[in-house]
């Protein structure tokens, strides 16, 4: 069974949001690499990794989501010669030594990041568990201005969020439903400033993204170099 074959068991379990790894990381990170995915959930980015050639570690703070990939893991570190495994553990104060790590994979986890300072302790833990010249590979949602439906979010919910960009999240769409979590739409501006000071930018591309509930939006993918 493959891991695609895999996820197919856990319906109505996917992540949240469908955001496909760009091809420029294969360009970028030589098969072989030890690869770093924050906030893993059950595994799906590590297992297509893993089936691509790379050495990966997945980490996600939500304990029942580790545990089921750490059980595919089993089935797939027998089928391929590169490994992949996963743990508990919070992006801001990782548990891995410094320089462990070839690269670093950030893929549709700081939207989630609605406190700034914790942006900047995420990115501080990627640059310390970097190997130097160690490459950072991150895809979030961008600002959709020109899109009427988060024009309003952003307008609306300022008021409550205190930051342009972070909205809420309801289970249905629907702004009058009860709220299930909080998101921030980043600016290039934004994201450039989080960035820059701990590496350098070797690539910035606008794409495009699909959201919670199936929406299109604005996406940035960079790839940085630890400085």
Sequence with gaps: MDSEAWWKQF???ETPST?????SFFKMVPKGSKVLDFACGWGRMAFKLQEKGYDVVGFDINEDAVENARKASKKFNQI????VSFDVANARDLPYTEGSF??????AFMTALVDPEHREMVLDEASRVLKEDGILYLADFGQSWDNSLYRDRYLKD?????EMGTFIVTEDGNPESP???RAHHYTRKELMELIEPRFAVEMFKETVFTTYHGNK???FVVIARKI
Excluded: M, P, W
């Design 158 to 162: 300022f008021s409550l969020t205190g």
């Design 102 to 107: 070839d690269a670093c994979l950030i893929q």
């Design 80 to 83: 391929h010669k590169n490994r």
């Design 179 to 181: 709220e299930i979590f």
């Design 19 to 23: 955001v496909h790894l760009d091809d």
């Design 217 to 219: 939006t604005t996406g």
């Design 11 to 13: 319906k109505g379990k």
